[in-house]
T-cell receptor, first 112, second 112 residues
């Protein structure tokens, strides 16, 4: 089976811009979770989508949003980018609740 | 108190020795426990999952779970230089869907 894929792999944006990241889960997986990883805060949960519905949300401002499509592919959007949004954004897919999550390669976002 | 705590390291071990990593968690409702390995600049890669008290072995890796004491550990036997990485402990409360809470990670250095 193909693994989790994320596009793009690298992004450079400037403050105030918005960005959309994409994640395709492992075939058959209906759950997609998004995480932010920074050197200072580590890996933090952003949100989870399951069957096109947001099931969980972490403690991030409303500038961070996401959605999931009927084919389980997911996108996350960050509006009005801030310098502190520079991070590695990871998505992970899972077949069912509480099951193992498999991570994609991540998108490295740099905000200048 | 952090929800999931790990010693940041670095944990330096000679090649061929056993590396012992520990992780404690605060949420007694946690039901799923995972160890991920992350090489610098890469995404987390699953090593082990454990769901019930006791030991679980997979090759050179053994995970140990003690829910009463709220800790989970990972042993790496016959450590190799390729095991040098950051090891992340993650826990999930099934009622929370697929929301992993991560520790800060333990950096392991295996010296030839």
């Amino acid at each position: 089976k193909a693994g989790v894929t994320q596009t793009p792999r690298y992004l450079i944006k400037t403050r105030g811009q918005q960005v959309t990241l994409s994640c395709s889960p492992i075939s058959g997986h209906r759950s997609v979770s998004w995480y932010q990883q920074t050197p200072g805060q580590g890996l933090q949960f952003l949100f989870e989508y399951f069957s096109e519905t947001q099931r969980n949300k972490g403690n991030f401002p409303g500038r961070f949003s996401g959605r999931q499509f009927s084919n389980s592919r997911s996108e996350m959007n960050v509006s009005t980018l801030e310098l502190g949004d520079s991070a590695l954004y990871l998505c992970a897919s899972s077949s069912q609740t509480g099951d193992t999550q498999y991570f994609g390669p991540g998108t490295r976002l740099t905000v200048l | 108190q952090k929800e999931v705590e790990q010693n940041s390291g670095p944990l330096s071990v000679p090649e061929g020795a056993i590396a012992s990593l520990n992780c404690t968690y605060s949420d007694r409702g946690s039901q799923s426990f995972f160890w991920y390995r992350q090489y610098s600049g890469k995404s987390p890669e699953l090593i082990m999952s454990i769901y019930s008290n006791g030991d679980k072995e997979d090759g050179r890796f053994t995970a140990q779970l003690n829910k009463a004491s709220q800790y989970v550990s990972l042993l790496i036997r016959d450590s190799q230089p390729s095991d040098s990485a950051t090891y992340l402990c993650a826990v999930n409360r099934k009622a929370a869907g697929n929301k992993l809470t991560f520790g800060g990670g333990t950096r392991v250095l295996v010296k030839p």
